[in-house]
């Protein structure tokens, strides 16, 4: 069975400073990999995905993160972070095991303050 | 483009009570997703439906929680007898198919409270 592990709960740092929001994973099969973005009283985005080839995936955002197979992670990173990054971040994994259903991480609450 | 509709976005009941939430997903979306997050979880999933058969419905807790998909357009979730433990928000999802290179598309979910 596939899991996610999003290592840090919550995340404070001081806005134009860097950020990583860490996940790992596991699974037997090939996976797709994809990071959502959850504003404070708003529904679901999908921020990036990982599907084939570059291992290297970008948001229009800013927002990046690398597929690291030997590591089995997907750590989302960003070099200067907003104050309207402010949100909870969910990593999701999906394969053909699962019918392709996105099995979601814990999260992490980034709050980013002046 | 509309997004993926769902209704009522608050709900509050006692327990023992039933409650249904309902679910419009984007046209021409023929997969559509339930999934249950609880506070300061992930969303996990219940069920899943191609068109208007359920595919995969393992997570969902069938002495209680049961689900339909009409003709294969919007779909409820309908919980009875409900419990403290089900308060959550659930959220539904849609995507053009259920292969992994299909985007979902999340609604804004519908935040259940059992008293």
């Known amino acids: 069975a596939q899991s996610v592990t999003q290592l840090d709960s919550q995340v404070p740092v001081f806005e134009e400073a860097p950020v990583e929001l860490r996940c790992n994973y596991s699974?037997?099969?090939?996976?797709?990999l994809f990071w959502y973005v959850q504003y404070p009283n708003q529904g679901l985005q999908l921020l990036l995905k990982?599907?084939?080839?570059?291992?290297l995936v970008e948001s229009i955002n800013g927002f990046e993160a690398e597929f690291n197979k030997s590591q089995t992670s997907f750590h989302l990173r960003k070099p200067s972070v907003h104050i309207s990054d402010t949100a909870e971040y969910f990593c999701?994994?999906?394969?053909?095991?699962?019918?392709?259903?996105?099995?979601f991480g814990k999260g992490t609450s980034l709050l980013v303050t002046p | 483009e509309a997004g993926v509709v769902q209704s009522p976005r608050y709900k509050i009941i006692e327990k023992k009570q039933p409650v249904a939430f309902w679910c419009n997903p984007i046209?021409?979306?023929?997969?559509l997703y339930w999934y249950r997050q609880n506070l300061g979880q992930g969303p996990e999933l219940l069920i899943r439906?191609?068109?208007?058969?359920?595919?995969?419905d393992s997570q969902l807790p069938k002495d209680r929680f049961s689900a339909e998909r009409l003709k294969g357009v919007d779909s409820t979730l309908k919980i009875q007898p409900a419990e403290l433990g089900d308060s959550a928000v659930y959220l539904c999802?849609?995507?053009?198919?259920?292969?992994?290179?299909?985007?979902?598309?999340f609604g804004p979910g519908t935040r259940l409270t059992v008293l």
């Open positions: 999802a849609s995507s053009r198919g259920s292969g992994g290179y299909n985007e979902q598309f």
């Open positions: 699974s037997s099969v090939s996976v797709y």
């Open positions: 990982y599907l084939s080839g570059s291992t």
């Open positions: 999701a994994v999906s394969d053909s095991n699962s019918g392709y259903a996105l099995n």
């Open positions: 046209s021409g979306h023929n997969t």
């Open positions: 439906y191609e068109n208007e058969e359920a595919v995969d």
